[in-house]
Nanobody, 120 residues
Framework: QVQLVESGGGLVQAGASLRLSCATS????????MGWFRQSPGKEREFVAT????????SYADSVKGRFTISRDNAKNTAYLQMHSLKPEDTAVYYC?????????????WGQGTQVTVSS
């Protein structure tokens, strides 16, 4: 059974930092592209960042570029999202996701999400 479990969310003030983790099990982690997405109330889920299987290539939404960093530790089967200079508009539920086919738009597995709330 594949599981993706996010952790590290919380309530912080604007300008603070948080590090989200996505611990996986039940899959060969190094075979999967990992992504982070977020969803705010009343909005559609949006892409945040993605990282290649080897960790060599990353991509970010313009809204987080320069503030967020995605990384992975294939030995620990875990992906991370380091977030700096948080803004109130970063408030959302953050989800990690995994996909086997790097060329596909669709992700195969999703976590349950972790809430990030940034106060002004």
């Amino acid at each position: 059974q594949v599981q993706l479990v996010e952790s590290g969310g919380g309530l912080v003030q604007a300008g603070a930092s948080l590090r989200l983790s996505c611990a996986t099990s039940g899959l060969t982690f190094s075979w999967y592209v990992m992504g982070w997405f977020r969803q705010s109330p009343g909005k559609e889920r949006e892409f945040v960042a993605t990282i290649a299987k080897s960790g060599g290539t990353t991509s970010y939404a313009d809204s987080v570029k320069g503030r967020f960093t995605i990384s992975r530790d294939n030995a620990k089967n875990t992906a991370y999202l380091q977030m700096h200079s948080l803004k109130p508009e970063d408030t959302a539920v953050y989800y990690c996701a995994a996909k086997l086919n790097g060329g596909s738009r669709d992700y195969d597995y999703w976590g349950q999400g972790t809430q990030v709330t940034v106060s002004s």
